[in-house]
């Protein structure tokens, strides 16, 4: 976080602008690669690049989730049920469901998460 209010560089940059999302953050060989675009008491919006063979482990979060893939496809694994998503494909994920996100191949995906 920076400017002092609450508002990351990524926001900042995009206040009042039209951005292609699968610009906004880039590829990197081994990693994932995540921007935060948001970050309020309510939720948080974050954009990830996702290099294959990548992967998050089985978790669980108290927030439910939008997932919406941006570029590539996806696996994610949610309460034990494999769900593949491509490009302009989005997943719902309920709060405290285990779940895992693996990089089959390269994709971008972002990430919505809002408390209820």
Known sequence: MSGGK?????????LGKSQKLADMVEYAAD?????????????????FAFDKGQRLSEHQSPLDAVVQIVDG?????????DVKASAGRIIIMPANVPHSVTAEERFKMLLTMIRT
């Open 31 to 47: 990693s994932i690669v995540s921007k935060t675009i948001l970050d309020k008491p309510a939720g948080t919006i974050t954009l």
């Open 6 to 14: 609450g508002k990351s560089n990524v926001l900042q940059a995009c």
């Open 73 to 81: 496809a996806a696996l994610l694994t949610i309460s034990g049920e």
